[in-house]
């Protein structure tokens, strides 16, 4: 390889050796949190579709909480079964990890903006992006009950599914799945 190429030829010979000396920078700031499931047969049912976004959306506001960030920007990802892949957003006014914030626009997504094409997706995911990176929390002279509640309420689940796991703990909607996610090539119970 260095007869070949010289000195970047010696370099690509140690890479695929496996030797490499530059330093790692094993952490850097993410950029948006994500969860997506792709599905062994294509899902047709509305209702179906908002109950593994239910799920999904649950596992995402968990993974914000747990790194104390709020975002602004909520994405589904909707993959077809013929593989057209299409994203939709919404920007919201304050940044959140409230699981029924996040849902409610989720949801909202999924029902209201997708095209008009019949209904089979093979993949669905939920994103949330656009940070509050300065740690900008709105304060009021006058508490909003309502997110107090599903603060506590979500501080509470995030407990007790972290006690004694994810399956311990759903809410009704998610009794309602009945097509099987693939995460990794595996079925999920």
């Not at 309502?146 to 603060?151: K, M, S």
């Amino acid at each position: 390889m260095a007869e070949q190429f010289g000195q970047q030829g010696f370099h690509l010979w140690q890479l695929a050796q496996g030797i490499d000396d530059r330093r790692v920078v094993p952490d850097r700031e993410a950029k948006s949190i994500s969860h997506e499931t792709t599905f062994e047969t294509d899902i047709c049912e509305i209702e179906t579709l908002r109950s593994w976004l239910l799920h999904l959306t649950e596992q995402v506001a968990h993974r914000l909480r747990r790194q104390d960030l709020r975002g602004t920007t909520i994405q589904i990802k909707v993959r077809y079964g013929d593989f057209h892949t299409i994203t939709r957003a919404q920007t919201l006014p304050q940044p959140t990890n409230s699981t029924q914030v996040l849902w409610e626009s989720a949801s909202r997504l999924l029902t209201e903006r997708l095209s008009n094409r019949p209904l089979q997706i093979r993949l669905l995911g939920i994103g949330v992006s656009g940070f509050d990176t300065q740690g900008n929390r709105a304060l009021s002279l006058f508490p909003d009950e309502e997110c107090e509640t599903q603060a506590r309420l979500d501080a509470a689940v995030d407990g007790i599914r972290e006690r004694f796991g994810r399956d311990h703990l759903n809410r009704g909607s998610d009794l309602s799945r009945d097509g099987r996610p693939i995460e990794g090539g595996k079925e999920l119970p």
